[in-house]
RNA sequence: GCGGGCGUAGCUCAGCCCGGUGAGAGCACCAGGUUGUGGCCCUGGGGGUCGUGGGUUCAAAUCCCAUCGCCCGCCCCA
């Protein structure tokens, strides 16, 4: 441990990265205007019990990867692992249901857990997320697996696949529950010691085990499509067809069970082979109960989270951008080139001069360094005359300017 | 939380197995080659507690132990 070094799992973005961030944030946003939602924004810190009553205190998010600490006043509080949780308690507290029957929202931020940092898992990671409050039916669930692939194709990633499955209603999964438990506890002692574990805890979440002693005993598991009524199977296939329809890259996957509680009905993952052991780059699916079991009115909702750090390794490159748009050189005339400099940013150019002092082919060096496309040498015979040079980067032209005619030739000299 | 791999200049890495020649290369950075001009080229230069701490040894970047960090798998999930 050294205090000069970030905390484990928590990274700085230098500039030379902050592209690539920019652009995601900027489609997420434009995309989801596109959609018709809306931008929430809820506190990084919230009670920890929020937690235990939304993700599931069987969730190891919970029980061993939550940030939490007490404040002088005595409250446990947590630094948020997911951001589901806190629009859903924003939605109860402001009573938004009452203003309006259905609500399109999202979010994007920062979010925390407490775990061993791998490539693409952090513990301080971000996510972007959808929420669509107020219908129960399946065309709200499309409307954001839409938004979700909306925002991948505008991001140029093409490389994925979305595993589809349901859960059914919350009769339809406790019941496909007490099967599994039987069938995983006939053969309890050859599981894996996790799955041994996860038989009391959340044996749904055996099905995603990659241990190889387990994989057997999961593909003769029963699966969940031979528990749902008539209602659920109808609400999946309107689901899964219109996906199809769509052209997004559905496949169904009826071992597809999701870590957190509060799922009903739909469940499904983004996920590319591009990512290694974290696969998945999103995932969402509807929690019908989730307001309700808050304590507010028995409002539906789906909604999904995508992790921003895993789009990034999935992304196109972003072109790199220039930090400038003119350079003022000078030998010696510091004042003037300030001068010019003020001016040129008045008038709403990105514009920069030398602080060190350096030599004339060292600032033009610098100029070319940060992509600026045009150069202002402030000399001192011109200055005498009241002009400038305005050079052209690209191709090395250069001509004497007056200082008046000075913006309209640098807006001439940008334009080319 | 468990298992494995790796940590040498800002970056990518060689040297480590077979301890001992002044700790290196490419890129990047700085300066000069142009009295007032970039990208290419040439010349020179700066920069390293060899992750950190301890041990073995006459001697450790090189061997051993611990620790921190990164990476991979389990786990978890975005």
């Known amino acids: ?14 500039p030379e990265e902050l592209p690539r961030w920019r652009r995601v944030e900027e489609v997420c946003r434009t995309v989801s205007a596109r959609f018709g939602y809306e931008e929430i924004r809820t506190p990084i810190v919230e009670y920890a019990a929020l937690y235990s009553r939304s993700v599931g205190d069987s969730s190891d998010i919970v029980v061993k990867e939550m940030y939490t600490f007490t404040d002088r006043g005595g409250d446990l509080l947590a630094l948020r692992p997911e951001l589901t949780a806190g629009v859903v308690r924003a939605f109860i507290q402001h009573r938004l249901f009452q203003r309006r029957s259905l609500w399109r929202l999202w979010y994007y931020g920062p979010a925390f857990r407490y775990e061993r940092p791998q490539k693409g898992r952090y513990r301080l990671f971000h996510q972007y997320g959808a929420e669509c409050f107020g219908s129960p039916y399946p065309e709200s669930d499309i409307e954001v697996i839409l938004l979700a692939a909306a925002i991948l194709r505008e991001l140029g990633i093409r490389e994925y696949s979305l595993q589809l499955n349901t859960l059914g209603t919350a009769d339809v999964r406790s019941r496909y ?3 599994l438990v039987a069938h995983f506890a006939a053969v309890r002692d050859h599981l894996s010691p ?7 805890r959340n044996p749904l979440r055996i099905l995603d085990s990659k241990h190889p002693s387990d994989q057997p005993f999961i593909e003769q598991a029963p699966s969940i499509l031979d528990f749902l009524d008539a209602e659920s199977r109808q609400h999946f296939e309107t689901v899964y067809t219109a996906l199809q329809a769509e052209g997004v890259p559905v496949e169904l996957n009826p071992r597809l069970v999701r870590g957190l509680d509060y799922y009903t009905h739909t469940v499904f993952e983004f996920v590319s082979p591009r990512l290694g052991a974290q696969n998945a780059f999103g995932g969402g699916g509807r929690y019908d109960g989730l307001v309700e079991s808050f304590g507010g009115p028995p409002v ?45 940013r008045a008038a709403g150019y990105r514009a920069v001069g030398d602080l060190q002092r350096r030599s004339l082919k060292a600032q033009m060096r610098e100029a070319d360094r940060l992509g600026a496309r045009v ?10 005359r009241r002009s400038v040079i305005v050079r052209l980067l690209s191709d090395g032209t250069q001509w004497e300017c007056s200082l008046e005619e000075l913006p309209k030739n640098v807006r001439q000299a940008l334009s080319r």
Request: aromatic residues 6%; negative net charge.
């Open 375 to 384: 150069a202002v040498i402030v000399g001192e015979s011109e200055w005498q």
């Open 300 to 344: 539906p909702g789906v909604g999904f989270a995508f992790g921003v750090e895993r789009l990034l390794l999935l992304m196109l490159d972003v072109a790199a951008e220039s930090a400038v748009d003119v350079y003022v050189a000078t030998v010696g005339m510091m004042e003037a080139a300030r001068a010019v400099v003020s001016s040129l």
């Open 1 to 14: 441990m050294s205090e000069l070094q970030a905390v484990r799992g928590m990274h700085d973005v230098l």
């Open 194 to 200: 996790e799955s041994q574990q996860r038989l009391v």
């Open 177 to 179: 529950r007490e099967a």
